[in-house]
Nanobody, 115 residues
Framework: QVQLVESGGGLVQPGGSLRLSCVLP????????MGWYRQAPGKQRELVAS???????HYSNSVEGRFTISRDNVKKTVYLQMNSLKPEDTAVYYC?????????WGQGTQVTVSS
C-alpha cells in the first residue's frame, strides 16, 4: 500500500501562485504515472495535469500555460506549480499514482483563490 502525502494548499489571491507537493514515501516515484486532479463543490473530479513514467506531461485546457507538473525522483515527490491562479481554480486537489493494477490517491489539499 502506497500512501500519498499532499501539501501546499491554502488561500491565495487571484493572480497568485501556489506549489502543491505529493510525496510517495518508500516508493520509486519514477515507476508511477502521476496525476493531479481537482474537485470543486458540486462538480465532478477532473484531471488537471499528468506526467507519465518517461516524463511526458499533459494538461487540461483550463490550466495549460499556467500550471506545471514535475517530478523529483530523489525526493520521491511530484509537484504542481500553479501560477496566475483564478477563482475558478478553487477546489480540493488530489494526487494520484498508478502502476499497472495499482491505483493510489492522496487525501486532498484545499486550494482557495479569492480576494
Amino acid at each position: 500500500q502506497v500512501q500519498l502525502v499532499e501539501s501546499g494548499g491554502g488561500l491565495v489571491q487571484p493572480g497568485g501562485s501556489l506549489r502543491l507537493s505529493c510525496v510517495l514515501p518508500g516508493s520509486i516515484v519514477s515507476l508511477y504515472a502521476m496525476g493531479w486532479y481537482r474537485q470543486a463543490p458540486g462538480k465532478q473530479r477532473e484531471l488537471v495535469a499528468s506526467i507519465s513514467t518517461p516524463g511526458n506531461t499533459h494538461y487540461s485546457n483550463s490550466v495549460e500555460g499556467r500550471f506545471t507538473i514535475s517530478r523529483d525522483n530523489v525526493k520521491k515527490t511530484v509537484y504542481l506549480q500553479m501560477n496566475s491562479l483564478k477563482p475558478e481554480d478553487t477546489a480540493v486537489y488530489y494526487c494520484r499514482a498508478t502502476l499497472s493494477a495499482y491505483d493510489y490517491w492522496g487525501q486532498g489539499t484545499q486550494v482557495t483563490v479569492s480576494s
